[in-house]
Nanobody, 124 residues
């Protein structure tokens, strides 16, 4: 499985960005796609996740009400729409896939495959 993340950039506080993650290779009905982020000097943290089969999602408390997640099964793509961005959202964002557990988990260790990361910078 290969993951290609895109869509990062520089935006002012209150603005929006749309991140995409294109997956290629084998996937399964129990797959979960997650988005994580890592700011300088901090640990990688869960942002959002979505089930491939039914589109159900889960969000970190810090982004609830501001971020949405969706998937396009035909294109094997997951989109993270980020609205009302804050300076504290600044980080490298990674997409990752868990092929096996069938649960949206916040622990990055359960995700097997990772994209290369895309930088999101929010200026105040």
């Amino acid at each position: 499985v290969q993951l290609q993340a895109s869509g990062g950039g520089l935006v002012q506080a209150g603005g929006s960005l749309r991140l995409s993650c294109a997956a290629s290779g084998r996937t399964f009905s129990r797959s979960v796609m997650g988005w994580f982020r890592q700011a300088p000097g901090k640990e990688r943290e869960f942002v959002a996740g979505i089930m491939w089969n039914d589109g159900s999602g889960r969000f970190a408390d810090s982004v609830k009400g501001r971020f949405t997640i969706s998937r396009d099964n035909d294109r094997n793509t997951v989109v993270l729409q980020m609205n009302n961005l804050k300076p504290e959202d600044t980080a490298v964002y990674y997409c990752a896939v868990d092929l096996w557990t069938g649960l949206i988990r916040e622990n990055p260790r359960v995700y097997t495959y990772w994209g290369q990361g895309t930088l999101v910078t929010v200026s105040s």
